[in-house]
């Protein structure tokens, strides 16, 4: 039996996968990843996911330059979450030019952006 066999995929074939900055602890973004995402994760330390709004297999960083380094894959005690500590290259992990794709908190009734925009999406990802 493969590592990969005792990770439980949902009925699409994809894994829920955490990515947590390895030094702070804080929750930088959330993905899924299908077998062959993880594998690859594995094998070249680096995040891969599998995109469902494209269906494609995407390695996080390949047109912003912002991959993420992969220092440590855990599985959770259902064996249906991954979390991968890894460090982010560039200090920003999410598409709107913030450090984590976690920037709005609750507050009262209402959302409120609490991160700043770390760069501008427009100069991260030009077409």
């Known amino acids: 039996m493969s590592w990969l066999d005792e990770i439980h995929f949902d009925g699409n074939g994809l894994v829920p996968v955490i990515a947590q900055d390895a030094e702070t602890g804080r929750v930088l973004m959330f993905a899924f990843a299908n077998r062959e995402a993880v594998e690859l994760s594995a094998a070249k330390l680096t995040a891969h996911y599998w995109t469902r709004s494209r269906q494609k297999l995407w390695h996080k960083g390949e047109e912003s330059g912002h991959v993420q380094h992969i220092k440590e894959i855990r599985l959770d005690c259902d064996g249906d979450v991954?979390?991968?500590?890894?460090?982010?290259?560039?200090?920003?992990?999410?598409?709107?030019?913030?450090?984590?794709?976690?920037?709005?908190?609750?507050?009262?009734?209402?959302?409120?952006?609490?991160?700043?925009?770390?760069?501008?999406?427009?100069?991260?990802?030009?077409?």
């Open 82 to 127: 991954l979390i991968y500590l890894i460090h982010q290259d560039g200090g920003i992990a999410c598409h709107t030019g913030r450090e984590s794709c976690f920037f709005r908190r609750l507050e009262g009734d209402q959302w409120q952006t609490v991160d700043a925009v770390l760069k501008d999406p427009s100069e991260i990802y030009r077409a």
